[in-house]
Structure formats: C-alpha cells, structure tokens
C-alpha cells in the first residue's frame, strides 16, 4: 500500500514562510514523479509544483519565484518550501506521486495551510 503523508501545514501571516513534507515509504523513487496540488473550497485541485527524479521541476504560474520544491530520494520525501506567503495562498495542500510508466497516482491526506493576519 503506497501512502504519502504530509506534514507542516499551519496558520501564518502574509509575507511568512512554511515548509511542507511528504515522505513515502516502500516506493522506488526513480519510478516516480513527486509533487504538490492544491485545493479551495469548489474549486478544483491544481497544481503547484512537481519534481522528476533528476530533480526537473515545474511550477504553477501564481508561486514562482516564491515556492520551491525539492527532494531527498533516499529519504523517498519531497518538500515544498513556500516564502512570501499570501491569503491566496489558503488551501489545503496534497502530496501527489505519479508512477512516470503508468501514470498510476497516489495522494496525501492533505494539510491545511492558512495564510491570514
């Protein structure tokens, strides 16, 4: 059973900082992309930030230059650092991981994250 569990979401004000983690257990990480969606309240989940095994990432237009995703293959963990937080920020965050073969997915449970003053 391939379960991603996040942590390190929280409230915090505009212009702070948090840093998501998601570890994976059992996988073989070469065989997988490792990323973040996000998700409000009717709208639909969509993408944050994703990273291959050689460490190519891609990030959605609203968080470049203030996000960044990362790795630690041995530690079959993905991170997602975010600065300069903003209200629009506000969702609760999923760790995703895509099988590059088959394109099977497994996600997280998600963390809220609340950026507010």
């Known amino acids: 059973q391939v379960q991603p569990v996040e942590s390190g979401g929280g409230l915090v004000q505009p212009g702070g900082s948090l840093r998501l983690s998601c570890v994976v257990p059992g996988i073989t990480p070469s065989t997988f992309v490792m990323g973040w969606y996000r998700q409000t309240t009717g709208q639909q989940r969509e993408l944050v930030a994703d990273?291959?095994?050689?460490?190519?990432?891609n990030y959605a237009d609203s968080v470049k230059g203030r996000f960044t995703v990362s790795r630690e293959n041995a530690k079959k963990t993905v991170y997602l650092q975010m600065n300069n937080l903003k209200p629009e920020d506000t969702a609760v965050y999923y760790c995703?991981?895509?099988?590059?073969?088959?394109?099977?997915?497994?996600w997280g449970q998600g963390t809220q994250v609340t950026v507010s003053s």
């Open positions: 995703n991981i895509r099988n590059r073969y088959n394109g099977r997915e497994y």
């Open positions: 990273i291959n095994f050689i460490g190519a990432t």
